[in-house]
């Protein structure tokens, strides 16, 4: 059983930048979620996308935006890159699209530094 | 104000002693679930164990338990006999309803140091 990958590990932007950060999904898990989580801080959850529609959002602008595929993988991008976005990136699947009612699988996360 | 406190930012401990990590929550709701999460070292956050509201039932898995009472509003987390490799920072979370969707909001965290 594969589990959740996300990809790139680490990633350096500039402030106004745009990025794209990618994650796969553990097999069979058709729901995915992100999370953003600041050094010392927990994770804060940025949305959920379950067959392919956003399907639930936390406290975060519209410059952060996301896809999900057919294959469940998913996508996140955000736009005008701000120095507060430097974070961890964590990307979450689940088999059950009950938001954060259920215990998720978590990938290693994309390292975003903005400077 | 905070839906998750976890006020023990730091624990440090020696191998083999017990040690309880603390978790209060704040919710209006009467159906949401509660959660705890290990992360070690290399990002990826772990399930370790999900509660619902209605299930006060404590519950013991090897050397974890969880102690759930709504009469306080905590849920708290033992590690009998401490070992290294339970060093990591654990998380506590709050799944309630918000509009619809189940929100999780997670605590801060603590860092477990377990010291051979």
Redesign the interface.
């Known amino acids: 059983e594969t589990g ?1 990958t996300q990809s790139p590990t680490h990633l350096i932007k500039t402030r106004g930048q745009q990025v794209t950060l990618r994650c796969s999904s553990q097999s069979g898990h058709n729901t995915v979620s992100w999370y953003q989580q600041a050094l ?6 940025i949305f ?1 996308y379950y067959r392919e529609e956003e ?2 959002r ?1 406290n975060f602008p519209p410059r952060f935006s996301g896809l999900q595929f057919p294959n469940y993988s998913s996508e996140l991008n955000v736009n005008a890159l701000e120095l507060d976005d430097s974070a ?1 990136y ?1 990307c ?1 699947s689940s088999l059950v699209p ?12 994309t390292r975003l530094t903005v400077t | 104000a905070q839906k998750v406190t976890q006020a023990q930012t730091e624990i440090s401990v020696v191998e083999k002693e017990d040690v309880t990590l603390d978790c209060v929550y704040e919710t209006r709701d009467t159906t949401y679930y509660l959660f705890w999460y290990k992360q070690p070292p290399s990002g990826e956050l772990v399930f370790l164990i999900r509660r619902n509201s209605f299930d006060e039932q404590n519950e013991i898995s090897g050397r974890y338990s969880w102690n759930f009472q709504k009469s306080t509003s905590s849920f708290n987390f033992t590690i009998t006999a401490s070992q290294v490799v339970d060093s990591a920072v654990y998380f506590c979370a709050l799944s309630e309803a918000m509009g619809g969707s189940y929100i999780p909001t997670f605590g801060r965290g603590t860092s477990l140091i377990v010291h051979p």
């Not at chain 1, 009950?98 to 996360?109: D, M, R």
């Open positions: 959740v010392g801080q927990g994770p804060q959850f959920q399907n639930g936390g961890l964590l979450a009950g938001q954060g009612a259920y215990e998720q699988y978590f990938g290693p996360g």
